[in-house]
């Protein structure tokens, strides 16, 4: 390998970095996913992360000192 760095993108199913191949030469610019496997499940993934960040954290729910008797 060279003594450069290659190109690196994240997956937009994994969320994790990928690094530049020699079969995405001509397109680098379309590739969004680092395999094919992320590639068919990229519809799973977009609900998932949608319902990931719809969830509020849950807050305490406790009623203040002085409502309490």
């Given amino acids: 390998m060279a003594g450069y ?8 199913h994994c969320q994790r970095p ?22 068919r499940n990229k519809h799973k993934c977009k609900i998932t992360n949608q319902l990931q960040c719809r969830r509020k954290p849950e807050t305490d729910r406790s ?7």
Avoid: G
């Fill in 63 to 69: 009623e203040p000192e002085s409502a309490i008797q």
């Fill in 5 to 12: 760095p290659l190109a690196t993108k994240i997956c937009l």
């Fill in 18 to 39: 990928f690094t530049w191949r020699k079969k995405w030469k001509h397109c680098w610019q379309e590739v969004k996913y680092c395999s094919e496997r992320c590639r």
